[in-house]
Each structure stands twice: as C-alpha cells, then as structure tokens.
C-alpha cells in the first residue's frame, strides 16, 4: 500500500528506542525526511545510523534524509532547540511524532509534588509545547499530521501508575480538543495507545512490579503475566503498533482525527 507519504517531513520525538524509533523506522522506510530526538546522545546516534542503513535504498529514490540532536524535550528551551534544529534541517515539519519516557511506577504516597511535576513537564509540557511549534506552519500549508503516543491506561487505569494514568489522560484531553479546532486546516490530531509491548520500557515496568511484590518473581515471571491478561496471549511488537503510526500520518487517514487508538491485543475490556 502507497500511504502518499514520500516528500513528507517527519519530527519523532523520544527516537533512540522503543516505540519512538519504532516509528522513524516505519516513517523512513515510507520514504520520509526524518529528524529524531532523544536525551541519550550515544543511543540516538546508534538508531539514527541503524535507521539510515536500513532505509537507504528507500530514501535513496525518495530524496528523503535523517538528522539527529540530544534534547531534553521536558525543558522549555530543550523543545525550543528541538524544533528550531529539525526546521533548519528538514525546512518544516509535516508529522509531529510526540513521546516520552513512561513517568515512574508507584502508588500515590510515593510520589511527592516534585515527581507529579516532572511528569507533567516530561508528559504533558512536551506535548503542548511541541505542537505549538510545529502547528503553525502545518495550518498555513493547510496540511499535517499530529500523533501523540499515550498509553491503554487513559482508557482502563493500570495498577501501580498513577502517574502515568493521569498526566497522559490529560494529554488525550488536549489532544481532542485541539482535533476540533484545528480539522478545517486540513490537520489532523490522534493519539495512539500502546498496550504492553516489548520494549525496554515494559522491561522496566516488570521489573519495579517484581520488587513491589518482594523479589520473589522474577521479570520473566512478570512478562508471562502481563501476556495472561491479553486475549491475544502475547506482547506486542514495536513494528505493530509503528504500522498504525505510519497509517495515521499518511493520505489515506485524511478523515481520521480526534481518535484515541489502541494497539494492545485486546487488553482494554471497555466498548469504546
């Protein structure tokens, strides 16, 4: 399937690992001009150059590039670095890609009101900030695509996360409210929601419920449970929930727009 996207310009936030580079991947591989983001300089360069190897014959036919910088996209002159670099390279930015590092597992005692605000502006702030950058010129050119990264838990609040259930739902409420204003232009706004994937992320998150319950399971003992509670009886694979990402910034998803899609193997238990 052609999703239209050659010639289009892409920023990924958060694009060293997981679903980040999961999605550049499948952006560049559509022949797209890619900029990628993320805090660690050593792993996004990696990615970077792993991505470009992969997709050079693609992008060879596209005319389509890939650059990098280290930013820290919870900072306010990080975001300002981000965009100012990937407009310099790229000349605009059609897809804007937002994502973050999950905010800390723990229940609410353990978290005090430093913690709620590094989540805010790690979750939250890059999100808003981000797109008021890049929203602009998508309306003047009466074309683009914004795709927030969320979570399954704005949908069913996963135990243990009160973090991450609340500051992405906010997301989500941002999110749908800017689809509505922004949908005349010819721009649209969607969220995507990973279940558990395998990523190092959802390592992570087996990891801190492993110790939450006293060391006597084992991350692998974890990772089988999570896969019990999907109907699909596995986790998902970083390429799967990157196919939808790339469908959503494409052509064909022009009448999609203030949606929140799950790509969890049926672990959300709700009807809508």
């Known amino acids: 399937m052609d999703l239209g996207l050659r010639g289009r310009t892409a920023f990924v936030a958060a694009s060293?690992?997981?679903?980040?580079?999961a999605i550049a991947l499948e952006l560049a591989r559509e022949g797209v001009s890619l900029?990628?983001?993320a805090r660690g300089g050593d792993a996004l360069r990696a990615a970077a150059a792993a991505i470009a190897d992969?997709?050079?014959?693609?992008?060879?036919?596209?005319?389509?590039?890939?650059?990098?910088?280290v930013a820290d996209l919870s900072t306010a002159d990080g975001i300002a670095s981000a965009v100012d670099t990937a407009l310099e390279r790229l000349g605009?930015?059609?897809?804007?890609?937002?994502n973050a590092g999950g905010p800390p597992a723990g229940p609410f005692?353990?978290?005090?009101?430093s913690a709620w605000q590094r989540a805010v502006d790690l979750t939250l702030r890059s999100a808003v900030e981000l797109t008021r950058r890049a929203l602009p010129g998508?309306?003047?050119?009466?074309?683009?695509r914004v795709i927030n990264v969320t979570s399954i838990a704005v949908k069913q609040p996963v135990d243990n996360l009160?973090?991450?259930?609340?500051?992405?739902?906010?997301?989500?409420?941002?999110?749908?409210?800017?689809?509505?204003?922004?949908?005349?232009?010819?721009v649209t706004v969607n969220n995507i929601l990973p279940g558990y994937t395998r990523t190092e992320r959802v390592e992570e998150l087996a990891d801190a419920t492993a110790a939450r319950e006293g060391g006597s399971r084992s991350r692998a003992d974890i990772l089988a449970?999570?896969?019990?509670?999907?109907p699909m009886r596995r986790l998902g694979e970083p390429s799967e929930f990157a196919a939808l990402a790339a469908f959503l910034a494409s052509e064909r998803a022009s009448y999609i727009t203030g949606q929140s899609i799950a790509v969890d193997g049926g672990w959300i238990r709700s009807l809508l």
Request: proline share 0%; hydrophobic share 40%.
């Open 54 to 69: 992969e997709t050079k014959t693609v992008r060879a036919s596209a005319g389509a590039n890939i650059s990098s910088a």
């Open 109 to 113: 005692e353990s978290h005090d009101w």
């Open 92 to 98: 605009r930015i059609d897809i804007l890609v937002t």
């Open 16 to 21: 060293s690992r997981g679903l980040g580079r």
């Open 162 to 186: 009160i973090l991450s259930n609340a500051v992405r739902s906010a997301v989500t409420g941002f999110a749908r409210t800017l689809a509505n204003e922004v949908a005349a232009d010819g």
């Open 138 to 144: 998508m309306r003047e050119r009466k074309w683009g």
């Open 225 to 230: 449970r999570f896969e019990g509670q999907i």
């Open 35 to 37: 900029f990628m983001c």
